[in-house]
Structures are given as C-alpha cells and as structure tokens.
C-alpha cells in the first residue's frame, strides 16, 4: 500500500489551527464574547499542541486506527466549537446577519476544508468515503462562492453586515 | 494606571494573542513535521545485493537470506604461494539506476605472524582478466596487519543481463608457516 500522504496527526495540527483562528476572531469580536473566550481557545490549542508532543513518544505505540481517531475527535470538538459560535451569534444574540457571515466565512470554508481533507485521507488509505459526501461538499463550495461573488459585485452588503 | 490601560487596550490583546498564535502554529507544525520525517521509514527491497559466484564451493560461501551479508569460511592460504578466489562471491544491481560501491575494512583478529596479505578485488566481471576496479589490500608483516584503507567509490551500473562484479580473494602465507588463522569482516559499502 503507497504510503499516506498525511498522517493522522495532521488533523491535530489542523484543529489547532483552527481553534487559534478562533481565538483570534473572538477577540476581534470580544464585545460580543465573554472575555475569557480568546483565552480559553488558545489554551485549547495549547492542549492540542501537547497532544501532538505527547502523540509523537507513541507513534510505535498506537496503531494507525487509533491515531486517527483520537486526532479526528480533536477535530470533531474545534468543529463543533465553530458551529457552537455560530449557534450562539444566531439564537442566543440574536445577532442574524453576522451569523450569517460567520457561517459564509468560517463555518462552511472550515468544514469543506475538513471535508476535504478526511476525504483524501480516508481515500489513501482505501477507505474511501461514500459519493453523497462528495456531492455535499460541493454544493457548501457553490454556496460559499455564491456569497463571496454577491459580497464581491455588491459591497454595500458587507457595509450593512457592519452596521447590523 | 495609564500603563494598565494601555495593556487592556483590545490591540494590544489582539498582537499578544496573534504573536502567541504564530508560537503554537509554528511549534505545532514543527512537530508534525518531525512526524513525518520519523514514520516515513519503511522496509525496502535490496536493490544491490550478493550472488554466489563459481568458487563458492571452493571458498565456503554462504549468504544471509537477504543476500545482504555474505561469509566465507573455507578460504585457504598456501605457504610462500598465492591463491587466487576469481569468483566466490559477486555483486549485482538489480536495480536500474547506476550506484557507487566501495570496499571499507572493519575488523581483523587472529593469527599476525604467518600471513603474507589478503587481497579484496572488486572485479568488473566475473573471470580472472577483469579489470580490476577496486582493491582493498591487507599485509601482514612484523607482527601486525596493516592494510590499504577504504577505497574510493566506483561506479557500478545496471547493465543487465551480463555484467556481474565478482569480489575475488587472493591469499598468501610466509614461507614454511605454521598453521594459524585469521578473521577479517570487510564492510561493501553502496551509495
């Protein structure tokens, strides 16, 4: 079998990346967050890059299986913490239109993203993941470019998602 | 207090955050990279490796399962005569990429007093008027062995099916010797 062209671990580095993202967005809208939020997500990544320090003495330790799931459900957790975000901009802030836009700008690029790289991984190692994904990872990909192209023809958009 | 403000200002928490951020993404991703460099080991085939040439009989040689290793525990010298192994032992590239070789000496012990030399010739083919490409040479004289040194790299290409590089021994003990023996390791390095 060739050789996988990522490693488990990747999902790691990737939900680390992700939670600093967070981190950093959070900040930006530390009016709208507790202010401990920023914090707490850059402890969380912290966790994750320990994890990853820890995960590398017991490679030889862990099957491949196990690895895979214990990063996929790192992963899992800085997804569901994107969408917990978003969840609370909409229901418990009320806060419609920049839910909107964190949905189009970090909940559906993230999630694609991820989609895609589970996929390939998944499909390198011969586990290959059934179409219907594929085909919904395309359809959020239509939607995210259908907004970015309205944000981009018509600018005014993003001046009232900044007053909202 | 002016200080104090200053420090609680959203920019400032906001370059400490990213400045901290770039920290962890760059460790993170320093670790995964030594990952990578560590799990992407794997068993291989041999592509060089050793055949048994026609005086294998002669020299006793035997090779280890991977053809990786290869011992010859019959090889006799004669008293103030040299003998000749033209082909105990050869060496193959089966692979198809040109690949140096050299001979590296790695260890002796036994007998110092009743040899002449012990030659390693590394042969471009497999009978006695081969060139000669590489030679790794051990004399005995006043007690102690000496010998040639590793030798530089040469070049063995793949040119399948005929060419074999045969690995020849010659021996020689003093005159009148006593009977004794001596264990020399030689290391065939491939680059």
Known sequence: ?164 | MEIRKMLFRKEMKLVTLLLTSLLIATASATVYYSLTVTSTIQVAQTVVKFELGLDNVTAGATLSPDNTVVTMTNLKAYPNASYTYTDPVRVRNNGTATYQMRLKPVSLSGNTTEFVYVRFLLRNGTSDTSPTLASLNYTCSGGSWTNTGTTSWVDIPNTEPDTRYAITVETKAKDNAASASVTIEIAVDVQ
């Open chain 1, 1 to 164: 079998m060739a050789e996988p062209a990522i490693l488990p671990e990747f999902f790691a580095l990737l939900s680390i990346d992700v939670f600093l993202l967070l981190s950093l967005l959070t900040c930006l809208l530390e009016d709208r967050f507790p202010k401990a939020v920023p914090y707490v997500y850059q402890i969380a990544a912290l966790i994750g890059f320990g994890h990853l320090l820890v995960s590398r003495e017991f490679l030889s330790l862990f099957g491949e299986y196990m690895r895979f799931w214990y990063n996929f459900s790192y992963l899992l957790i800085a997804l569901g913490n994107i969408v917990a975000i978003n969840l609370y901009l909409a229901v418990e802030k009320k806060l419609w239109s920049l839910a909107k836009a964190w949905s189009g700008m970090v909940t559906f690029p993230l999630t694609v993203i991820s989609v895609f790289f589970v996929s390939n991984y998944s499909y390198l190692q011969g586990a290959e993941f059934p179409t219907l994904i594929l085909q919904i990872g395309l359809v959020m990909s239509a939607i995210v470019m259908g907004v970015s192209i309205s944000i981009f023809l018509s600018p005014d958009l993003l001046n009232k998602l900044k007053r909202s």
